[in-house]
């Protein structure tokens, strides 16, 4: 046994421990009984400890100091890089800022809730300023002299640079608010009504699972209050939700969580329970959920095959034909809520927050003055202005949960997935028509030769570039939405 | 912090995440897509592991020299006992030795099944010889000098003796086998028919588990191929089976595990995470199975409030009135299974099975002599010969598991719960008249208040003793037995 094997025997007990914890939290918001809540949190927090133990372990630095990873194949090599990363991160926090964090994080998001339901945001912002302040603070232990708020990034999105996000975002947001404009001029499209058995949106959930790739076998589907998938390798979970008045809701989560979800499947099962065995940034696996459920779910072709399929299932819905159910299903609205928005606007809000967080960790932004510096910007890309809190600044979890750095990767997701989908369809020829009879076996196995089957082999920016062959940018993004809704506006 | 709070900090974080590795097994026979069998096995181990490394901890030899148990109250000196008992039963067993056993079991289930299928026990003996030396090496390590058997069965039963035990199942010996051959020789009462439906049979279900006072705000229920109560503290789940000609087997398999899950769930809430936090032993916990389903839900009272819901759930049910309904749930046949026996004859075969295995941990039987030992004992037993190796030594997979001195807690469950009954009796005035109603929570509320309560604060035979005011002993199950067959039989 060589250093590196005994290394990767650890990793795969501690991959193992780490699907067995992110199992918790699928249960806990599928199957759990209510009153086991406060057990369960210690119980979290004990797998926690655990992960954290072996994560900062000494013997892991000792590993490190003996391997010369050059002496290594190129998996080997990846997965040193992947490990050495984690752990120059992890081991460069101290111990006690980082349990302070947990601390602070676990008790915000109590008070995060409480303060959207009293659209109270001046309650809310002492603790926001102090999760802010920690969170620099670790920021600055990782960067090391270098920009705090990229070493935020670098936790989700390894490589990226806010200089180089802030870049790309600069560059699509004109188009993106000239075509808001343009669209919401418009009369609106007309809406599906009808009656939407929730068990017969299961059933429908489930086939239009199957349709996209997802393997049952290697998984399941139930519902939750916030639809999410869980897990890599040979037990990837998802979940979705019903409303009765809009089966929309449904059928697109459940699209979106089986882009995630297929993104593990398809990982090669040689890297199973090893650092490689997952998707490899947050950008990258959003890339796959979106292109599932944009640029391929709500695509002129897959929408005239749906509309078949839910008038099996429904009935009337309310709409005169597939061309008026493609319409419904890409109509451009106002609204506030960044989860509700449609593929004009998503990214606007999500520049928004990305630029204001960017200032928080840079000293530029106090908190104290957040609220407003958001319901400026937000009257300005949007035209309208925030009505209350809930609606603005108090409307994600995210910053409440300590996460910075992680809104951009959403953004980042939908630029990867514009720059896909122009590949795919260069890779798959007749995409259209195989969408149309509800066929996605080209464009799932192009995703999976292409990109998912690599797992963390590659850096992020790299495994988009070497499916698309092209270096990504936002242009393919724009263009894909500046013909879509010219053509769905008449403009 | 003293060194006992150091260590009972310890301890819950240890509770914790074997609450979580149980959970696992949980998920596995209710929620885990078939394809993660393989991958779910490293997750286990993986957590073995870690469980293993916490409970032979240097630190808790250290925490155990430092605290000096006098100085604490009744309940620190309880944890304290539970604590140094398993640490010393774990370090005596060698770190090579344990993993033998674990490797060697993982493997032996298989080849048990396929033996069975096959009826090939001579396929099955060399492993088994193999389990049944390791679990002798492992016993003798325990024991230290001591019975090797007597370690084992501590194991299961705390301050079980294997002597104890012998003289109490051949003190209730002839008692069954005169009942068995009496009550065989009369004619078989009728038996239920009808059409009964899966999902009324788990609606039924869940209104049995209520009323015997299972709470679902900390569990829940599913189905599971082999029944079975999982959890301890806040989250205490149970599973149960159906079959569309029997619905006994939901019903009682739904009740015993009720029992099971209820005595969990009784527990004094301020043990939660610790040692005391969960049934004192396995014998303690089958007389909670075991009360709840024979002397409680086999009782001619609640018999006929049962047939009332039967009859709404199903309608007809092919018997004339609720006294034959009640003959049918309490039906005596002939049979080989042991967890298809009835209460005559289910202690039978459990006293073959304690003396086979007895004999075998003091090298008195060889394995190879097993199948022979297991046929001529049952003949002398039952009466009838067993006819194949599935119907006889190799139905259950208890010993294949490594499972020695586990056995023998099914009877003496059933020896408690008879002494229980009778206390109770005298505790619950008009018993049969609540029960009569469906309205166990007097029943429930004695079993609570007298035994649940106090989780491992009591030894196990303590316990009840403290409960009932008097020695358990074999008497009270074995009148129990003859009256309650005398009486449905007419002898």
Request: glycine share 10%.
């Amino acid at each position: 046994m060589t250093a590196y094997d005994d290394l990767m025997g650890f990793q795969r007990q501690t991959e193992a421990l780490s699907q067995v914890a992110g199992r918790l939290g699928w249960d806990q918001e599928t199957m759990m009984p209510k009153g086991a809540a406060e057990q369960r949190g210690e119980e979290i927090g004990a797998m926690e400890e655990v992960l954290h133990a072996r994560r900062t372990a000494p013997e892991l630095g000792d590993w490190l100091a003996a391997i010369d990873d050059t002496a290594l194949d190129e998996v080997g090599r990846a997965q040193m890089r992947l490990i050495r990363r984690d752990y120059a991160r992890r081991v460069r926090v101290p111990g006690k800022l980082a349990a302070r964090i947990a601390r602070v994080t676990s008790v915000a998001y109590g008070k995060w809730a409480d303060a959207r339901a009293n659209e109270d945001f001046a309650g809310f912002a002492p603790v926001l300023a102090e999760i802010v302040a920690l969170r620099r603070e670790e920021g600055a232990h990782i960067a090391d002299g270098g920009d705090v708020y990229d070493a935020m990034l670098d936790g989700y999105e390894p490589g990226a640079t806010g200089a180089q996000i802030a870049e790309m975002f600069d560059a699509l947001r004109p188009g993106l608010v000239a075509l808001r404009s343009a669209v919401l001029d418009r009369r609106e499209p007309s809406q599906v009504r009808g009656h939407f058995d929730h068990g017969a949106q299961m059933i429908l959930a489930r086939k239009v699972a199957e349709v996209f790739g997802y393997d049952f076998h290697r998984g399941r589907i139930d519902k939750a209050v916030h639809p999410f998938s869980s897990g890599s390798g040979a037990d990837v979970r998802i979940t979705t939700r019903t409303a009765a008045e809009d089966p929309f809701n449904c059928i697109y989560s459940t699209i979106h969580e089986v882009g995630h979800a297929t993104y593990e499947q398809g990982i090669d099962p040689a890297y199973g329970l090893s650092p490689l065995g997952q998707g490899v940034s947050l950008g990258v696996h959003e890339s796959q959920s979106r292109i599932y459920e944009n640029q391929l779910g709500r695509s002129r072709a897959f929408c005239h095959w749906l509309y078949g399929q839910m008038r099996d299932a429904f009935g009337d819905l309310g709409v005169r034909n597939e061309e008026a159910f493609y319409k419904a299903v890409n109509r451009v609205h106002r609204g506030y809520i960044r989860t509700e928005a449609d593929e004009v606007q998503y990214n606007l809000h999500i520049m928004l927050r990305f630029d204001l967080e960017r200032d928080m960790a840079a000293g530029k932004l106090e908190v104290a003055d957040l609220e407003e510096a958001w319901n400026a910007r937000f009257a300005q890309d949007f035209g309208y202005p925030v009505d209350k809190p809930s609606n603005g600044v108090l409307q994600d979890v995210h910053w409440a949960a300590g996460l910075m750095g992680y809104f951009p990767t959403y953004a980042l997701g939908n630029v990867y997935a514009g720059c896909l989908y122009r590949a795919m369809l260069d890779g798959v020829p007749g995409l259209d028509d195989q969408l149309a009879m509800g066929d996605l076996s080209g464009a799932t196995g192009w995703l999976r030769d292409n990109l998912q089957q690599h797992g963390g082999l590659y850096a992020p920016r790299e495994v988009v570039e070497r499916a698309c062959g092209f270096a990504p940018s936002e242009v393919p993004l724009l263009g894909y939405l500046e013909y879509k809704f010219a053509d769905l506006y008449g403009l």
